[in-house]
Structures are given as structure tokens and as C-alpha cells.
């Protein structure tokens, strides 16, 4: 398993900005495909954005694309969320996901393997 831990998270006016990383340790980050997901109080955890194990692919849910980036730095076992534009409505706790399977689904919670603690993004009007 890949440990995962989250930091970055906090509280933003609408319109902010906030930049979410995710440091990775444990098995050849390389060879792990990342996801962003969120989980707002009493709703299921949704899928966020996702990234492919070169960083050459990217997918994003329709309710953050344009305004979110996923990347990754394989050289430093990293990985961020840019996020621009904040809506109230993207308040929730965010989590980074790994999985080494052949993904099929990006966007599917039980394609992930091992998941961060979470962090706490909160977006005031």
C-alpha cells in the first residue's frame, strides 16, 4: 500500500483559490494512477479529478472542470489540486486516492486502493 497525506485545505471566500497536495509514500508513485475526491457532510463521496500514472492524461467531474487542475510531480511524490473559482457548493472534505490496478473508471470509488486522511476545504459567500 501507498501512504497518502492531504494538506492545503482551509477556508476561501468565493471566486478564491486553494491548492490542494497530496504527498505519497510507499510503493514506485509512478506505477499509481491519482484521483481527487470530495465528501460534503451527509452527501456520498464524489469523484473530483483524476490523473494518469505519466501525468499525460487528465479527467475532471462536470461540476469542477474549468476551474480545477490535477497534477503530478512523479519526481517528488506529489500531487495537487489547483482550484479556482471556488463555489460554495465545492465545500467538503477532500481526499487523494491511489490505485495500481488497470483502471477502468476513473471516476469510481471502488477503483482506489488507498485514500488520504482527508482535508477540510470550506468556501464562504
Known amino acids: 500500500q501507498v501512504n497518502l497525506v492531504e494538506s492545503g485545505g482551509g477556508l476561501v471566500q468565493a471566486g478564491g483559490s486553494l491548492r490542494l497536495s497530496c504527498a505519497a509514500s510507499?510503493?514506485?508513485?509512478?506505477?499509481?494512477?491519482m484521483a481527487w475526491f470530495r465528501q460534503a457532510p451527509v452527501k456520498d463521496r464524489e469523484f473530483v479529478a483524476a490523473?494518469?500514472?505519466?501525468?499525460?492524461?487528465?479527467g475532471y467531474a462536470d461540476s469542477v472542470k474549468g476551474r480545477f487542475t490535477i497534477s503530478r510531480d512523479n519526481a517528488k511524490n506529489m500531487v495537487y489540486l489547483q482550484m479556482n473559482t471556488l463555489k460554495p457548493e465545492d465545500t467538503a472534505v477532500y481526499y487523494c486516492?491511489?490505485?495500481?490496478?488497470?483502471?477502468?473508471?476513473?471516476?469510481?470509488?471502488?477503483?482506489?486502493?488507498?485514500w488520504g486522511q482527508g482535508t477540510q476545504v470550506t468556501v464562504s459567500s
Open positions: 486516492a491511489a490505485t495500481d490496478r488497470v483502471a477502468v473508471g476513473w471516476n469510481k470509488v471502488p477503483e482506489y486502493e488507498d
Open positions: 510507499g510503493r514506485t508513485f509512478r506505477s499509481y494512477v
Open positions: 490523473i494518469s500514472r505519466d501525468g499525460g492524461s487528465t
